[in-house]
């Protein structure tokens, strides 16, 4: 992983059926600067690794309140380990 | 003073905002931070919500049902009395219909932006099969409603409720799961809550109080007894016993003295100590774990994909056999059965079970792990290590303590003149810049005799075989055999001597000086305390066990005979690790290797699995797929144990989902299962695979 990457964690809130998560990871994963998302399925918690260049992590939040679902920013990550 | 679990900020107790959660009080600086962090707790009460209006309408309708059947018991006499005629908009089916329609759209609101964001992918999921079939319902009796006399039905063939108690058994199901979910997955919050919150450091040669996070690299920071480590660094003064049981599960204190490295967010029990900062905030022991375990909970297994597969026919054949029977239902003349058949059947089958039968246990699982100091990288780890016949480890620092200590020194008769502690200098000399674990012995030693060791002009380490040096215009030699022979250094005279100081397990290392043989010393590593019983446990479970090593065969033969280990690869140079692992592969082993994730990484990469031992603090660094925090051995069989527990439990969810449901959808297209009993099924299928991975949480580690 490359120093540059940042990470974000955001939970979507009210989300019934554990397999609508990969619809919105799908979406998450087209953004341009998003390397690489890990979803939580069971408790629908996105781990977003991204390009701070090239995406902000107010536009990913935007982009998931999009889903119509409630968003809940976890934290944010300077630097990967 | 305390924290804001949101932002980090500190706030003070007295003036700050409170929540009181899970039997923690904890404190923000705002009412927008509280807010946030409540947002699960809100969650649930909004689910709560939820299932209270669709609850309330299903206990209505019940309770109208049974006063309907009461009236109609009690005769006719009763119903010409009562006041329905005289309200003869408010007929039964209207009745039906305002109780049902906030159930319908304000409980099962979340169906329907999930179902629209599956079929904006034009993707069926579970919420387009309870849309569909609670919708169904509803629009059907509605229209018999509103247009009375259009479909050759009488007003009483309403389905409302079926809709309505379809609803309150999902979301009743939903509620359920979620409380078992959240209580499976504290594993990470669990973590995170350890983080200390203050710290004390000397800043301008005055202890000050700072909040944790602002320790920088390389500061001195001081930790009181009873006080929580503030960061990952090394002791530089003082000593003390620190409870690390939250980072390693290892519940005895560990003693640390100067040189040694603590870990933040662990307890330092009795004593004062002082220790430089080597890795803060993102880098830390704790935070890295945490993201790892995170990682894994959100990875997926290989057996994910197949169940992926049958998902995505999965579904499509759900809704197809609903409107075959519908057709046929229709076709022999009854459509209502077809309906309610049509109906069974979509809520009968849910793919919510089959997908969540993997992560829900993987998440238990790998929770499990972290909170035993096993950390499994992802998924297909886990999944392979229950197929696991070999498991291969590296000798020293592994089976033993990896502090070797010098036991002999046998000056050779060639040179007379040189002493005990001459030989042992001279080595010394040859060892001053080495890393190696058997030099670090030699200098250790030559600095409890007192010797004046001084620095050599040239250092170069032959890998696998010892050092050469320059110095004082001689040329020292110091390694194995191979090195001799090599600078054809004649050594067939002292090979008894060296031959008996191997066969009591010690590595003898030859000291040459201008081509002459001068003398051997002796070092030899002790055996972890637990090593025995973790060789006994995994031969207990059927996995062969191989030991591999740099040293030569007499060496390794002595040391494995004492744990048990029949199967002995020695004079193994680094790069050879590789294609010992290689060609058991080649024989059709599943291969896991154990060893320090540093040194042995390209051969852990290479095998099946890599398992790094006990190099405790930067976890992120190592290679393998697995990752014991604590330096036991015994974990080895724990993580293979931890594992075959997980599998089987995602293989029964995967069986309680696919199978027990599937088999419901013949019996519910033959018009067998009222959609009411399909509701629940269908939720108890989902609730029965979150609890059954909940189950694992009892998992015990064996240790005999």
């Known amino acids: 992983m490359s120093e540059k990457l940042k990470r974000a964690a955001f939970q979507l809130l009210d989300i019934d059926c554990a397999t609508c998560g990969s619809f919105i990871k799908e979406s998450l994963a087209r953004q341009r600067g998003v390397k690489t998302v890990n979803v939580n399925v069971l408790l629908s918690i996105f781990y977003i690794d991204y390009s701070p260049d090239e995406v902000s992590e107010d536009e990913l939040e935007k982009l998931l309140n999009r889903s119509g679902y409630k968003v809940l920013k976890l934290y944010s990550l300077k630097s990967n380990p | 003073m305390p924290r804001d679990p949101v932002c980090g900020m500190q706030v003070d107790a007295e003036k700050g905002l409170t929540a009181f959660v899970g039997g923690k009080t904890y404190y923000f600086c705002s009412e927008e931070c509280r807010r946030t962090f409540l947002a699960p707790e809100a969650e649930l009460r909004r689910m709560k919500r939820r299932i209270t209006v669709a609850l309330s309408g299903v206990v209505i309708l019940a309770i109208m049902r049974t006063a309907a059947f009461l009236a109609l018991a009690a005769g006719a006499t009763l119903l010409t009395w009562a006041p329905v005629p005289q309200l003869p908009f408010f007929t039964w089916g209207w009745w039906l219909f305002i109780i049902t329609t906030p159930v319908q759209f304000i409980g099962g609101w979340t169906f329907y932006v999930g179902s629209y964001h599956a079929l904006k992918r034009k993707n069926i999921n579970m919420d387009v099969l309870i849309t569909v079939g609670t919708l169904t319902a509803y629009i059907y009796s509605s229209f018999i409603l509103i247009f009375p006399g259009v479909l050759p039905v009488k007003e009483h063939d309403v389905y409302f409720e079926v809709s309505a108690v379809i609803i309150a ?110 890795q803060v905030g993102a880098n830390t022991t704790l935070r890295q774990i945490a993201t790892m375990v995170e990682e894994a909970q959100a990875s997926s297994a290989p057996i994910q994909r197949i169940v992926d597969k049958v998902a995505y026919y999965f ?15 229709n076709l022999l003349g009854n459509f209502t059965l077809g309906l309610l058949s049509f109906i069974a059947v979509l809520i009968v089958a849910c793919p919510c079970a089959i997908g969540i039968a993997t992560p829900a246990a993987l998440m238990v699982g790998v929770g499990k792990g972290a909170e035993n100091g096993i950390l499994i990288r992802n998924g297909e780890v886990l999944e392979r290590a229950q197929k696991l016949t070999t498991v291969v480890f590296d000798k020293t620092g592994t089976l033993t303590k990896g502090q070797p200590n010098v036991t002999d020194i046998v000056p050779v008769e060639a040179s007379p003149a ?33 010797l004046n060791v001084l620095e050599p002009l040239e250092f170069k380490t032959i890998p696998g075989k010892g050092v050469k040096v320059l110095w004082d215009g001689k040329e020292i030699l110091a390694g194995n055999r191979r090195l001799l022979r090599e600078a054809e250094i004649p050594i067939d005279r002292y090979e008894e001597s060296i031959l008996s100081l191997e066969e009591q397990g010690k590595t003898a290392m030859l000291v040459a000086v201008d081509k002459k043989m001068v003398g051997i010393i002796a070092v030899a590593d002790t055996l972890k305390d637990t090593t025995a019983a973790a060789i006994q446990r995994l031969k207990l479970m059927n996995v062969g066990v191989m030991m591999l090593t740099g040293d030569n065969e007499r060496t390794a033969r002595s040391i494995a005979k004492q744990v048990g280990i029949e199967n002995v690869i020695a004079g193994v140079l680094p790069e050879g690790k590789i294609e010992v692992i290689k060609k058991l592969q080649g024989e059709g082993k599943v291969v896991a290797m154990v060893g320090d994730g540093i040194n042995d990484a390209p051969a852990l990469a290479q095998a099946d699995i890599g398992i790094a031992i006990g190099s405790g603090t930067d976890v992120a660094k190592e290679t393998g797929g697995i990752i014991l925090v604590k330096d036991d051995v015994r974990d080895v069989a724990i993580a293979i144990d931890l594992s075959k527990a997980t599998m089987t439990k995602i293989r029964q969810n995967l069986f309680l989902s696919l199978v027990y449901n599937s088999a419901l959808i013949p019996i519910a297209a033959m018009g067998l299962l009222n959609p009411i009993y399909a509701a629940a099924a269908m939720s108890m299928s989902s609730v029965s695979v979150v609890s059954n991975s909940a189950l694992l949480r009892r998992f015990k580690p064996k240790t005999t």
């Open chain 2, 418 to 450: 040189l002493v005990r502690d001459e030989v042992l200098r001279l080595a010394a000399v040859a060892e001053i810049g080495s890393e190696h674990p058997l030099g670090e012995a030699i200098m250790r030693e030559a600095k409890k005799q007192g």
């Open chain 2, 169 to 278: 058994f999902v979301l009743l199901g939903k509620y359920m799961e979620d409380i078992i979910k959240k209580r499976s997955a504290v594993a990470v919050r669990k973590l995170l809550d350890l983080a200390p919150t203050t710290a004390r450091v000397i800043r301008n040669g005055v202890e000050t109080e700072i909040p944790a996070e602002d320790v920088e690299v390389e500061e001195i920071v001081i930790v009181r007894p009873g006080e929580k480590v503030p960061t990952d660094g090394i002791v530089v003064e003082g000593r003390s016993s620190v409870d690390e049981s939250m980072i390693t599960g290892e519940s005895i204190p560990v003693e640390k003295d100067s040189g040694d490295t603590v870990i933040g967010a662990t307890i330092n029990k009795v004593g004062l100590f002082k220790f430089r900062a080597t």
């Open chain 2, 315 to 329: 579904v499509p054949g759900v809704v197809g056999s609903a409107i075959l029977a519908f057709i046929v239902w």
